[in-house]
């Protein structure tokens, strides 16, 4: 019979839509999906202090220092962490090829920014005493070596570096070559970076 079928038919759609509804009805539609928590692990926080601690290690990494001069540098880095051997030693040819070359052009002004009061006076004598004699200076030809002999920091901060060169000279006619000492000081307390020529003794 045809009424009776379509009321059972009826009776099992609205059993299967209840059935549907109550296991959907659970799901509130808040719920984040499982698969996006997989997606999104919980990272650890970052700790305020990694910046400091990794420059503190980069300077525990530093290289020792190493040479008669080593335990003088460090005091000197201890001071100044940006003291670096090979850009002093750098820094101290440059410094000779300047003096050297001032002093030969007589060229006070020059020498002033590059030493210390006692060496200038000594510097503009030797000049004053050239020109009077009329002499041709000595000029440097080749710088052969530049290397750091002694380092040291006194008690004001004073820092100095002693700095073994060895150099061929000539006046045009005449060759000779030169082996001296150069000391450079500089105050480890101020801004100014700049190292001054404080002492010019010939090497033994």
Request: glycine fraction near 6%; aromatic fraction near 6%.
């Amino acid at each position: 019979m045809p009424g009776i079928d379509l009321i059972i038919l009826a009776a099992i759609a609205v059993f299967v839509i209840s059935r549907l509804y109550a296991v959907l009805g659970q799901k509130t539609g808040a719920e984040p999906p499982a698969r996006r928590l997989r997606e999104a692990p919980v990272r650890a926080p970052e700790r305020e202090d990694d910046g400091a601690m990794e420059a503190t290690d980069k300077r525990r990494l530093r290289p020792a220092f190493t040479g008669p001069a080593a335990a003088g540098m460090e005091a000197i880095a201890v001071e100044d962490d940006s003291f670096s051997p090979e850009e002093f030693t750098r820094g101290a040819r440059k410094a000779y090829e300047m003096i050297v070359a001032a002093f030969a052009d007589g060229d006070r002004d020059a020498l002033r920014q590059l030493v210390d009061q006692d060496v200038f006076d000594a510097y503009s004598d030797a000049i004053a005493e050239r020109e009077r004699a009329g002499t041709e200076p000595m000029r440097l030809v080749r710088l052969r070596q530049a290397r750091i002999a002694e380092a040291s920091v006194d008690a004001g901060n004073m820092a100095r570096v002693l700095v073994s060169f060895e150099s061929d000279l000539s006046d045009g006619e005449n060759m000779r070559s030169a082996k001296e000492i150069w000391t450079f000081k500089r105050q480890l307390k101020i801004d100014n970076p700049n190292w001054l020529l404080d002492e010019v003794t010939t090497a033994t």
